[in-house]
């Protein structure tokens, strides 16, 4: 596969919440506006290209026997420089996100590409993984975010959007709602491929 | 053997190298990061307490050591005074009272004379609806302008949490008084 593709198969293919449902947790949880859905998928995605380049930097070197504990090494050290840098230049994002930060350490997303992907490829290949597979999650979620901020609140990154009187559902707002706005998402990818594969 | 051996050594010397990389980190966000939780917790307390100043108190704040905890390590509380034409006419300071559960912490106004020109819950645990309505300005108000003894009608039902609101504003009063000549 040439870097392009490896690029691109994570906006479409293999974006993570919705075609491989991974990396849930955040998904669900932080999505109730559209900038918190940019902002944990932007964090997300600099500890991804990171991990994914000093993965497959170091992976020659890292024994078979002890790569999961390497792999968690490298990834917790992105994620505390992202949450100190956020604590101090981002704050007010830093306080929606909160207990989500430091949860980007057992996000099954970097882990699953460190593991399948980047230490069995070179940095460039793993690069381009990182930013593609970072870059349709921080969409997905933004996605995610903007129909539960719409529905859930009537704004869309925060302007008031709807007709005067519109009375929001607070229920897209709750974790269920995140579900449901999931659900419908995934169903309409499916039901595009589907067409596709008709054609 | 040989593989155990490479085994430990690559896992410290990446250990070694995060760690070395997150000190770094660290001492450079340190300052931002005491920055800015002064300013998106204390700054709303100070604005509210403090009128009439045209020096930034946030900026201008200073630490002043009022004691040592139980390990001798020196306890600073921070001030933020309000200057006039570069002369310090008022300062916020933040006082502490037990409440009903845990403690309530108390940003308090204090003139040069000693008076409380306003205060400003900004941390407290107590019952919501019941203790909680100590941040009402209803509550809050009565403590304008009092000097000396500190005497206001407790809310009825929270006793406890109106008497740790005057405790804090208590507190913080008698620190302005003790330091008065650094301060003023």
Not at chain 1, 44 to 69: C, D, E, G, M, Y
Not at chain 1, 90 to 114: M, S
Not at chain 2, 76 to 86: I, L, N, Q, S
Not at chain 2, 168 to 180: M, P
């Amino acid at each position: 596969m040439s870097l392009r593709d490896e690029f691109t198969k994570g906006l479409w293919q293999t974006v993570p919440p919705f075609r491989l449902v991974l990396g849930l947790c955040p998904t669900l949880a932080v999505t109730t506006t559209g900038v918190n859905g940019i902002g944990m998928g932007l964090a997300t995605t600099f500890v991804l290209i990171f991990s994914n380049l000093f993965v497959s930097l170091l992976r020659k070197l890292i024994p078979p026997q002890v790569r999961i504990a390497s792999f968690i090494v490298i990834i917790a050290s992105f994620v505390v420089i992202v949450e100190l840098v956020m604590q101090a230049y981002f704050y007010t994002l830093f306080k929606v996100l909160g207990i989500f930060i430091p949860l980007i350490v057992v996000n099954c997303i970097i882990l699953g590409r460190a593991e399948a992907f980047a230490s069995r490829n070179n940095p460039l290949m793993a690069l381009a993984d990182g930013l593609g597979i970072g870059l349709g999650f921080t969409i997905s979620l933004f996605v995610l975010g903007c129909i539960r901020e719409v529905l859930g609140s009537g704004t869309i990154l925060g302007v008031f959007i709807m007709w005067p009187g519109f009375e929001p559902f607070t229920f897209m707002l709750k974790p269920p709602g995140a579900f449901v706005a999931l659900g419908i998402v995934l169903g309409f990818m499916n039901l595009i491929s589907h067409w596709q594969a008709r054609r | 053997m040989r593989d155990i051996i490479r085994m430990v050594v690559v896992l410290t010397s990446i250990a070694a190298a995060s760690g070395i990389a997150l000190s770094a980190v660290y001492r450079i966000t340190r300052e931002p990061i005491e920055y800015q939780s002064i300013k998106f917790v204390k700054e709303p307390a100070v604005k509210k307490v403090l009128t009439g100043y045209d020096n930034d108190p946030i900026a201008d704040r200073k630490k002043i050591v009022v004691g040592t905890d139980e390990r001798g390590r020196p306890l600073e509380v921070t001030v933020f005074p309000a200057k006039r034409g570069g002369e310090v006419f008022a300062v916020a300071i933040e006082g502490r009272g037990k409440g009903y559960h845990g403690t309530i912490g108390v940003m308090v106004g204090i003139g040069k004379d000693g008076g409380v020109l306003d205060i400003g819950i900004t941390s407290h645990s107590e019952t919501p609806g019941v203790g909680s309505k100590v941040t009402e300005p209803s509550f809050t108000d009565q403590f304008r302008g009092l000097k000396g003894t500190v005497a206001v009608d407790a809310l009825s039902g929270a006793t406890y949490s109106s008497r740790g609101v005057v405790m804090a504003v208590e507190q913080a009063a008698g620190l302005v008084e003790r330091f008065r000549e650094e301060l003023f």
